[in-house]
Structure formats: structure tokens, C-alpha cells
């Protein structure tokens, strides 16, 4: 439960400071918040993903089997990372690549959610 916790205490790291750039009133405050998100929160966190699975030696945040967090981290992973409704998911991906069991894992958590994604129901915006 620490592991899964923690790695959600991680993930809501850095869906909050999106909140803060999708609602910001302000452009300077978007921008703010933007360039929080890029050089620190998402560093930062993937330095975390990239040391928890390093150090642990197993394929999801909490052991070896799937657990909750994993799925937040797939929610970031096909939400913000890859979609390209977001400006600043090319940011992310670029950053992705310096850290190899991180990018390997949250393109493992995509495989894992593609098929529930494949048969959802549209739903307009």
C-alpha cells in the first residue's frame, strides 16, 4: 500500500499543476504553471518512476503485479502524455526519453488500457 500510495501522491503531482494550466485565469499564470510543470514536476517525477523501478526491479510501480496507481499512471500516460490535444505533451514525451524504465513502463500501462479504451463509448465533449 506505501509503494502504490506514494506512487499516487506522485502522479496527483503532477495532474494538479495540469489543472493549474488548463484552468489558469491568466496567460502569465498558465505560462507559470507551464514552465513549473516542465522543469521541475515532470523531471522530477519521472527521476522517482525511473528510481522506484530501477531499484525495485519490477515492471509496475508497486511490485510486480497491477495495483490502482498503475492506472493512474496509464490516465497520465494516455490523457496527457500522448494526447495531443495538449500543447505540451511533445514536452513530456521529450523528457520521457532521457529516462528508459519510465518511458518502458508508461508504454506498458498504454498496451495495458488500450483494450478498455477500445471499447468505450464515445461521449462528446
Known sequence: MYRADSACDVYFDIFNQCGKINFAP????KKAALDQLMSQIIPNSFKWLENRLSKLNVKYVSGDNLCYADFCWASFMVTVALNSNFPF????QQQMAMYPKTKQYLERMKEVVAPYVAVRLPRPF
Request: glycine share 24%.
Open 89 to 92: 505533451s511533445g514536452g513530456i
Open 26 to 29: 491568466t496567460d502569465e499564470t
